[in-house]
């Protein structure tokens, strides 16, 4: 098999030395596009010759490459929210080196950047299944409590859904939330919620660039089977000093951003804080006086140019969630992030990235440390540590840009260990940490075959050893399967740096883009992914307290393999791009899907493994989506129509059934409205925002059988099924307005007051269902609700920038 996986791989960096010598007898010109006002790298600009269509887009850095014949071309750049620019360059005898600044168009533009950098992106792209948010879309979308966050807005994108009001992630085609790999400037975040999902760690006064990816995902990318929501921070104003904030009725921001270095670098600093807890102290009273249910979070990040051609950049997230009274919860992130740029010539660039990542919680039945504490206590804490290596390479060739590169991932497991003290005496129990090294190699290559064909293909192989020290067991099966915990049949101690199991996957990826006129293409794609962790987690939606394991000898790494297809075109408008469609279907099969006995103990379990029950799953839609760009009125409706389910030796008498984020219907619709200019030339200070979200309710489990016993009513789930129930249709009206604030001749300053209204006709949305005795009947039984927010939520936040 590694003989095998070395031979493909070495034909794929063979191939790269053809490439190159295609290209001998041609020019190449090079360079960075930034934005004028404060010299950061744009992603996604279209850098392309006016006389031959050829072209590139920028990478994450603002780098771009384009190789052409000997001759004179008329470059245009182009980027949505921009002023476009045009270059003349004669090409004669040596590359040339084109950095470009580009300039806002200002604010009579106001066009919409979710899925595109330039206006026909979306059709001639080669992406599909891909959605990019502009954080200044973000900043207008109608927010819970006036708070502009990153997670609940890509919630409006077609095939992005999530379980509940209060639940943490998101969902992506079918896929549970650990599916999704969340990065921060290429760190992996394991939780990216505060407040138990209401807010993400993200905080927009420090975020660059959003972008979801749920299919079509290139060989860069792996370790998750669902998604990519790849996060940018800003790298600050290289240029002038700058101050944002916000004052809200939750939670208070602030960043500060500045040159460093006359220019050579720059930084930028972000802090959050909510304040809920404090306000209401006075108003808490016996068991509740002195909760603590706040959040922080502080981003941090900063950039050095040493030369042309070599840039460093550090950055870091560090963050905390503290929630309860005498018994509560403690959860946080802490990421760091060090990256090289080498641009080696103008055709190869080198990005290297060492990261650490660190993921912890805890319960402590004494979070307040109260004086008159008599000793008696129990806590319990957890963590996953990452430690990695990262080169990735681009190459550009003519009308090829090749990627290639690895990574070394470390992980380090700490499933739980708990301290409990009673009359003085203390005891300490726990489980043993878990080790494992996640290796891949990976070569990719985007390629214009013809006029109208772009093809992107590559390989990516992983390679994951499951290492000691520990003791491993072995599990036989169950009487019953489905019912009952597996038996222990045997248990084996390996030492440090021993290795347990290793598992190998190749994981091909294949995307055809083909325009079928100017305005429209198809495109195609296909991908296999292998994830080897995992989170368990039998609680109608996940918490920030569930449990992480990695891949061992009893669990084996989720594998997908997806297919998709897709119709994009733009109509409308004198340039045919006012309005952008798209159609695309998909296909995923899951192996190797976690699921668990009835009343399976997760927590501080030795014999956890034991509990778990191991199936497949399938995951098929359709998802329409129509936007809006220009205008006074823009925004964008999707629609999704979706199936997941799962099938399960010895669960729902080995039939399919849907797993608990199955969702049939979600319709979405984004509303932006912004008045256009008066007669005498001036604007109006108010901008206005609507949104509206329709869904399917979530399955759930209800009993199918009801016993009497002594006049006592109960049920019993006797056949084992799984998700028979489906909870009522969720759907809620957001609305939100902007006052911006008076602009004065010669102050910098800009503010604005942002009105917001959340579940404004006051929707009683079930988080939940289930059943129970009825306290004033037993022999009875009674369905009870549970909503988390049942009425309007207005909010007002002032924000401010000099």
Known sequence: MKQRVQTTLLTCFLGLFALMAVAQDKLTVSGYVKDVANAEGLIGVSVYSKETGTGAVTNSYGFYSVTLPKGTYTFVVTYVGYKRQSRTVELTDKDIRLDVELAEEGRDLQELVVAARREDDNVKNIEMSVNRVGIKTIQRIPALLGEVDVVRSIQLLPGVSTVGEGATGFNVRGGSIDQNLVLLDEAPVYNSSHLFGFFSIFNPDAVKDVKLVKGGIPALYGGRIASILDVRLKEGNAKKPEINGGIGLIFSRLSYERPLFKGKGSFIIAGRRSYADVLAQPFLTGNLKGSQFYFYDLTAKANVRLNEKNTIFLSGYFGRDVFGADFGFNWGNATTSLRW?????????????????????????????????????????????????????????????????????????????????????????????????????????????????????????????????????????????????????NTQT???????????????????????????????????????????????????????????????????DQVAGGYFKNFGGGDGNMYEASVEVYYKSLQNQIDYIDRANLVLNKYLEGDLLVGKGRAYGAEFYLKKNKGAVNGWLSYTLARTERLVEGVNTNRWYPTRFDKRHTLNAVLLYDPQARPDGSRSRWSYSATFVFATGTPATFFTNRYDFQQVA?????????????????????????????????????????????????????????????????????????????????????????
């Open 714 to 802: 109960a049920g019993t789930n006797a056949e084992n099924v799984r998700n028979n129930y489906r909870i009522q249709p969720y759907h809620r009206l957001d609305l939100a307005a902007t006052l911006q604030g008076r602009k004065r001749p010669g102050k910098k300053k800009e503010d604005s007051w942002v009105f917001s209204v959340y579940n404004a006709y006051a929707r009683k949305n079930p988080f939940s269902e289930y059943y129970r005795p009825n306290p004033d009947n037993l022999a009875k039984t009674q369905a009870v609700r549970y909503s988390v927010f049942a009425t309007i939520i207005p909010s007002v936040t002032y924000n401010f920038k000099f």
């Open 494 to 560: 390996y030492g440090p740096g021993d290795v347990i199991k290793t598992y190998g996957n190749l994981e091909p990826r294949f995307a055809l883009k083909y325009d079928l006129s100017p305005s429209s293409s198809i495109k195609l794609s296909y991908n296999r992914l292998a994830q080897y962790v995992h989170l368990l987690s039998n609680t109608t939606a996940s918490t920030p307290l569930d449990v992480w394991t990695p891949s061992t000898n009893n669990v084996a790494p989720q594998l997908a």
């Open 341 to 489: 740029n080498k641009v080696f010539n103008n055709k190869l660039f080198l990005n290297t990235t060492a990261f650490y990542s660190n993921y912890d919680y805890s319960l402590d039945s004494d979070l307040r440390r109260k004086p008159e504490n008599t000793g008696d206590y129990f806590r319990t804490n957890a963590k996953i540590v990452n430690y990695s290596i990262k080169p990735d390479f681009t190459l550009f060739l003519n009308k090829n840009t090749v990627t290639f590169g690895g990574q070394a991932l470390l992980y380090d497991f700490q499933p739980g260990t708990a301290t409990a003290a009673s009359a003085g005496t203390i005891r300490t129990f726990g489980l043993n940490s878990k080790y494992a090294l996640e290796s891949s190699l990976y070569v990719g290559n985007e390629q214009q075959a013809s006029a109208r064909i772009q093809l992107q293909y590559g390989l990516r192989y992983s390679f994951y050893q499951y290492l000691g020290p520990g003791e491993v067991y072995t599990f036989g099966t169950a009487e019953t399967p489905g019912l009952r915990t597996r038996p222990l049949l």
